[in-house]
């Protein structure tokens, strides 16, 4: 079996959130239907502020913005779609 893909949303879940909810159920639902194994993990905005931004992106195959702002730090949101952009990394937004 191949590894899992690992999407990595970068934003501040939120449960009561429809749309945070909505996001999740998507994401394995197109996993489920493509037959591929998956993996995700929420990305606090607060956690790409820092010096190892880096390295905490890297580690995803793919990276996606989540819906719901204001974001507890906008910088941080910011930072992280910028690693993406400047290097090609695959990545989504809503």
């Given at each position: 079996?191949?590894?899992?893909?690992?999407?990595?949303?970068?934003?501040?879940?939120?449960?009561?959130?429809?749309?945070?909810?909505?996001?999740?159920?998507?994401?394995?639902?197109?996993?489920?239907?493509?037959?591929v194994?998956?993996?995700?993990?929420?990305?606090p905005?607060?956690?790409?502020?820092?010096?190892?931004?880096?390295?905490?992106?890297?580690?995803?195959?793919?990276?996606?913005?989540?819906?719901?702002?204001?974001?507890?730090?906008?910088?941080?949101?910011?930072?992280?779609?910028?690693?993406?952009?400047?290097?090609?990394?695959?990545?989504?937004?809503?």
């Amino acid at each position: 079996m191949p590894d899992a893909l690992r999407i990595g949303v970068m934003g501040d879940f939120e449960p009561t959130y429809h749309s945070h909810f909505a996001t999740n159920a998507a994401l394995y639902d197109a996993a489920a239907k493509l037959k591929v194994p998956f993996e995700v993990r929420w990305i606090p905005t607060p956690a790409l502020e820092g010096p190892g931004v880096e390295r905490v992106l890297r580690r995803w195959d793919g990276l996606m913005a989540s819906p719901g702002s204001p974001y507890k730090s906008f910088d941080g949101m910011m930072r992280g779609i910028e690693f993406a952009r400047t290097r090609g990394w695959p990545f989504t937004g809503t």
